[in-house]
């Protein structure tokens, strides 16, 4: 195990904001993870998972622990019947590589989660999707080190709570608790996906007259789509999507469409505003603040053009969520996740 010690959090994250983690660690098997933990617990250090910091944001005062890195690799085909295949990907790959690995060989789930930054095991954590596909749909189970017992665990999608956003992995008492060192995904042999597609899929597919639904054919239009719209965050620091979309009750999506406000209907039947659109609406697109610019293309990435701080980034987020809120009444919530001591 290979220590680095005061690591600025602003070259671990993609927001590029963020003072020192005072110890960092990159892990690749289990051996180094279980090291890794035993030297925080011995030097009494809080302790941080990280992927490649897509979705976090490192705070001003940095951190007084140990930040560990999952990089463990490898892809395996567990199993294969006609209908469906069986794969188990390891936490540190990157996410779009493991999308790649599959609609090569024409396994269908996951194809419009293309060019979504992060790694495998950051994938569960946030329940990420796009399009219409999120990660509920084609999960089975994750491994994962479980640093209240020191052990190898095997959690099953029934017990993760996923929701939008949300799973055990980041939400209530176990947040923090389990490090995701492999996810094992059931995908489809045949594509299943049929028009209509969500809204920016469907108009694409429509101008560029494409009928081929096929799971690469998908893939290259959503990696077209994102690529037109949102920054790469290796190139151009941001974090992703900044703020959580908001899901209303029926009544309350009803009282929304009274006062004209655009409700999408999920294919679940769940009722959505679209923070973008919010943000859109309050004309704050390509508006700057702090440092911190709403992209002019999609209005749901916060872009670090010349933030220096997480005070920046605070101020920005204030002011941006309130200018919602006096138009609209809703509060917008930011979606990464801050590097903190708990």
Partial sequence: MKLSENIPISNLTTMRIGGNARYVVEVHNLPELKEAYDFAKNKSLPTWMMGDGANTIGRDEGFPGLVIINCFKGIEILSQTADEVVIRAMGGENWDDFVAFATERGYSGIETL??????????????????????????????????????LVVIGKEDMNMS??????????????????AVTFVLENESSL???????????????????????????????????????????????????????????AEKAEEKGIKIHTKSDGQKMISAGYLLEQAGLKGQIFHGFR????????????????????????????????EKFGYKLEQEPVELIAK
């Fill in 294 to 325: 709403i992209s002019e293309k999609a209005a749901l990435i916060l872009i670090n053009e010349s933030g220096k701080s997480y005070a920046d980034l605070a101020k920005a987020r204030t002011e941006i969520t309130d200018i919602v809120y």
């Fill in 164 to 181: 939008y956003r949300s799973t055990i992995f980041n939400t209530g008492k176990d947040a923090g608790r389990y490090f995701i060192t």
């Fill in 194 to 252: 049929q028009p209509p597609f969500y809204n920016s899929l469907q108009k694409y597919l429509d101008e560029h007259n494409i009928t081929d639904y096929s799971p690469a054919s998908i893939r290259t239009a959503v990696m077209a789509i994102r690529a037109e719209k949102l920054p790469d965050p290796a190139v151009i620091p941001s974090a992703g999507s900044f703020f959580k979309n908001i899901y209303l009750s029926y009544e309350d």
């Fill in 114 to 151: 293309s060019s979504i930054p992060g790694t495998v095991g950051a994938a569960p954590v946030q329940n990420i999707g796009a399009y219409g596909q999120d990660i509920s749909h084609v999960i089975e189970s994750v491994s994962a080190y479980d640093t209240q017992t020191d052990e």
